[in-house]
């Protein structure tokens, strides 16, 4: 009897055991403590569903503590939802209150900001965060503002930071404006131009029926291309609208490679002194220039032909690129004029063709520097320390270009000047007075000039060389690798002396590529010009255009080889003509 007490005894505390470890089990599972820590603490840690970037505190001094993994995991999640609208992987606690001047910042509806900030160290638990919209943003940092921060951490600038980094793109690289030349087929001499703010006349299209750009070719489609503003890359860019004969930019085939499929081709920017070929005969040459007035004190003519069918048969891909910019930017008195042959491709022309102008520009924009060209009439070291600086900048390593850069400018009782320097084979030469005066220097090996430097080098040249490494230039831009294994090339440019410019003496620039010098001399170009003047004065109209077209078709007349492209400015008063392009 006792046996079976204790037996029973035993069980119910095993019962009661089995019960106290499933009541512990759900006490585990259910956590009822959380309830009470939750009373008595009167806010909790943030968490990913409960921030978005970008934010004001509303208390800019306010600072708490926050579990540390938690506020770095909850932070680098909002930053992941928020990628590209703030540099910083996680938030600023505060926004900097300093006074912004009232005309610093310009937006446009549509413009994109980048804010800068520095991390957040803590947020206090329980604090406010009000959401912000990008315009709002932009408002609470000009309204909301003070003279003063009280925050001991600020280490840097704000008015310098934030000024940069709030400023658009849009505001840094100013809009263009497109203007379209026809230079060679059925419709040669048809222009049209472009802002990117005319939306009513964007997108912009080529072909032969209902186009804003009609050519009167068989071999265009009717619609054959078209060219649009990209707000987001601040470019034009060019697209193929599935046309039968092909889209070609600088010779390189852009339309889609299945042409019979009539699918659209993909966009591709658009650069100043650029050619579009529709077809097969119709040349279109691109220039972009600013979208306000260009008021010229001479004419400029442009005309370029990569003469694709002039050897053997054999189409030759353009590698010339003609630019200028008159005023440069911010600097009123100043213009740029210039021609770049490639070889090896057309990326070195690009990029010597727009950094040239940039780095002009960026030198002359200093006022001293500005003031003593004026004084002395001499722009020598601002066009060699341009050379320099976009021979340091360039990272063409098999490809390079000739470069030639004439550089006017006026005075302040309105006498123009022109300087000019180049590396290569592309020459320019001016007439003042009635004289022929040489701008540029041949850098051809088989020149006199170039071939005592070459000689003074140390390792003189063989009797009859003409070419070092397959090349018969020794000056170029670009060619990083030729020149790392062979230290006779060179970068360094022949400067001219700087011309006073008569605007009386029909005095006139010419600037061409050397596919027009390899069959059009230096006596033969200036009577070649004459006798253009002459012809086209009494129709009126941009003369100078027409002076560049007639020496182009006469070089093509000769049967030249190379791409040709030519670049002419008439200084003479009774040339003069205001360019002005369509709004």
Known sequence: MAMILQGSIVGVLLLLLMLLLILLLILLACKPWRFFSSLSSPSRALKV???????????????????????????????????????????HDLVYKQRLPSASLQLNEGDSVVLNSDPI??????QTVRFLSLTERLAEVQTHVRQEDQNPNLKYDLKNDLLQDLAPKAIADQRSCLSLEVISGPSCGLRCSVQPTSASRLPLTLGRVSSDLLLKDSEVSGKHAMINWNADKNKWELVDMGSLNGTFLNSQLISHPDSGSRHWGDPVELSSGDIITLGTTSNVHVHVTSKSECQTPFGIGIASDPMAFRRGGKKLAMEDVCYYQWPLPGIPQFGVFGICDGHGGVAAAKSASKMLPEKVASILSDSLIRERVLSQCDAS????????????NMNNYYEGCAATVLLVWADSNENLFAQCANVGDSACFMNVDGKQIKMTEDHRVSSYSERLRLNETGVPLRDGETRLYGLNLARMLGDKFLKQEEPRFSSEPYISEAIHINQESGAFALLASDGFWDVISLKKAAQLVTQAKERYFEEGGNISEKVANFLLSEAKTLRTKDNTSILFLEFDRKFRISCKVDS
């Open 381 to 392: 070291d601002v066009l060699r320390v341009a050379f320099y600086q976009t021979e340091a």
């Open 49 to 91: 569903g409960d921030l978005e970037r970008p934010l004001v505190l509303d208390d800019a001094n306010a600072h708490g503590q926050s579990n540390e993994s938690t506020r770095s995991n909850d932070l680098e999640g909002a930053c992941g939802q928020n990628e590209g609208l703030l540099h910083s992987p996680r938030m």
């Open 121 to 126: 160290e803590d947020l206090s638990v329980g």
